[in-house]
């Protein structure tokens, strides 16, 4: 069983950047696919990227491609989501989520993944 904590989120203004980390504990995250997914007001959750930490490929929602980056530091067991370009659309409850299949959860959708962190929220605003 595998425990997530998520951190990073806050306020940033359009066109800028922020870094949220998905922290591991319990086991460690080469075990799993790691995925970002993000729910805004009113809106159904919505995947936006994942790491699989067998290989190290990565996977990216369109809307985010180019301005998002996803990494992972094996030492500190994080997972980390650079957000760069941010736009107010971006605003959103940002989950991490855990998937034993190495993002072919995260292909299928929320319903794919296992295990899920509590959140944090990026609010992107002037």
């Known amino acids: 069983q595998v425990q997530l904590v998520e951190s990073g989120g806050g306020l940033v203004q359009p066109g800028g950047s922020l870094r949220l980390s998905c922290a591991a504990s319990?086991?460690?995250?080469?075990?799993?696919?790691i995925a970002w997914f993000r729910q805004a007001p009113g809106k159904e959750p919505e995947g936006v990227s994942c790491i699989n930490n067998k290989n190290g490929s990565t996977y990216y929602a369109d809307f985010v491609k180019g301005r998002f980056t996803i990494s992972r530091d094996r030492a500190k067991n994080t997972v980390y989501l650079q957000m760069s370009s941010v736009e107010p659309e971006d605003t959103a409850v940002y989950y991490c989520?855990?998937?034993?299949?190495?993002?072919?959860?995260?292909?299928?959708?929320?319903?794919?993944?296992?295990?899920w962190g509590k959140g944090t929220l990026v609010t992107v605003s002037s």
């Open positions: 319990g086991d460690t995250l080469d075990a799993y696919g």
């Open positions: 989520a855990a998937d034993l299949n190495w993002c072919s959860g995260y292909m299928i959708g929320q319903y794919g993944m296992d295990y």
